[in-house]
């Protein structure tokens, strides 16, 4: 497929539907997958941190996280189908778990937080299946959170630590993880556990 380059950044030109539909296929084929869900916040912090730039360019998919990406892509002269919130990507991903009982992993947020996401989760898809779930403060250097992570066989990872710590602990994971699709869904917890 082609990319649409913006400030450098390659994202999916996909719709929502279209990229879930991917996504389930890569679940089911066991390929582990890196999702970025790129808001404009994060393509203009790309351009100050090339350690975290180099990091997206490594993303399997790229989605078009906010209306700000729509427009870029517009005014460039290359337009991308429809903007893609990460937030509702998150919520496609879980119901796809729940009808494919898929194992679900949740990192990120407050202990009292994820908690409660995790709660809710259950609540509105009653066939997930919870692989695990744990805070996001923690040392993200250690390598005993990834060595926890993949102990359980997670099919989908939520990171929710906000970027840039979540791509970068994710890149990590999955250099070390034999599948899983691993997206970071910055606050997304907090508006889960409400
Ligand atoms: N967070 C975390 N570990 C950290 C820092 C932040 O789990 O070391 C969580 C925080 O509790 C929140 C989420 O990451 O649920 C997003 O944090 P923030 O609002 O700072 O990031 P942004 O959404 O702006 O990327």
Request: hydrophobic fraction near 45%.
């Amino acid at each position: 497929d082609k990319k649409v380059s913006i400030l450098g950044i390659p994202f999916d030109n996909l719709t929502r539907v279209e990229f879930l539909a991917r996504l389930l296929a890569r679940m089911e084929a066991n390929q582990k997958t890196f999702l970025v869900t790129a808001n404009p916040e994060i393509v203009m912090y790309a351009k100050e941190d090339d350690e975290y730039y180099n990091l997206l360019l490594k993303a399997d998919y790229v989605a078009p996280d906010g209306i700000g990406i729509v427009r870029a892509a517009k005014k460039l002269g290359t337009p991308i189908k429809e903007r893609v919130p990460g937030f509702e990507l998150m919520l496609g991903l879980l119901e796809l778990s729940n009808m494919h009982k898929k194992r679900v992993y949740f990192i990120g947020a407050k202990e009292e937080i994820v908690e409660k996401a995790v709660n809710n989760a259950e609540k509105l898809w009653p066939n997930l299946v919870v692989a695990g779930y744990h805070h996001g403060y923690f040392d993200h250097s250690d390598s005993a959170m990834i060595d926890h992570v993949k102990s359980v066989e997670p099919d989908l990872i939520l990171v929710a630590f906000g970027f840039p710590r979540q791509e970068k602990w994710i890149h990590e994971y999955l250099k070390a993880a034999g599948h899983g699709i691993a997206v970071g869904v910055g606050g997304s917890f907090d508006v889960l556990s409400g």
